[in-house]
């Protein structure tokens, strides 16, 4: 039978964690030209994915992308909380890989308080998390 000794189980956890360090390192070094990090602020336009069409069939002639939604904030976790341009905050999350920056021929910024008519303590109450943190 193998004995767990605490000197083994430290060079197993060592090996392994350098072995984690070491992939993700040739994974961005690989994929370097096709990661993003748009990194949007509030009040940016941005196109949502739109995921459910990727596993259809047929389509082709459906549109890629919803929006354009303003971004209303990022949360800790790296998702987005979008709101769409007549103002309404959307209960969803959306992932960063779904979002892409929209482009409009005026480039202008909106203020999130001004489109949906929230303070600024108001719209914190979309950034609860579900266990009762807060999400910012």
Excluded: H, W
């Excluded at 979309?126 to 943190?133: A, I």
């Amino acid at each position: 039978m193998l004995q767990k000794r605490p000197e083994d189980l430290e060079a197993v956890k060592d090996t392994l964690y350098k072995s984690r360090i070491k992939s993700s390192e040739e994974f961005e070094k690989v994929f370097r030209e096709s990661i993003r990090n748009f990194d949007l602020q509030p009040g940016n336009l941005v196109l949502v994915r739109n995921s459910k069409l990727d596993s259809s069939i047929g389509y082709k002639n459906k549109p890629r992308y919803v929006g354009p939604m303003v971004v209303v904030r990022r949360t800790q976790r790296g998702s987005y909380i979008l709101a769409e341009l007549d103002g309404s905050v959307s209960k969803l999350r959306f992932a960063a890989y779904r979002i892409i920056p929209y482009y409009p021929r005026l480039n202008k910024r909106i203020q999130i308080t001004k489109i949906t008519e929230l303070s600024a303590e108001e719209l914190l109450k979309y950034t609860v998390d579900r266990d009762g943190e807060l999400d910012c």
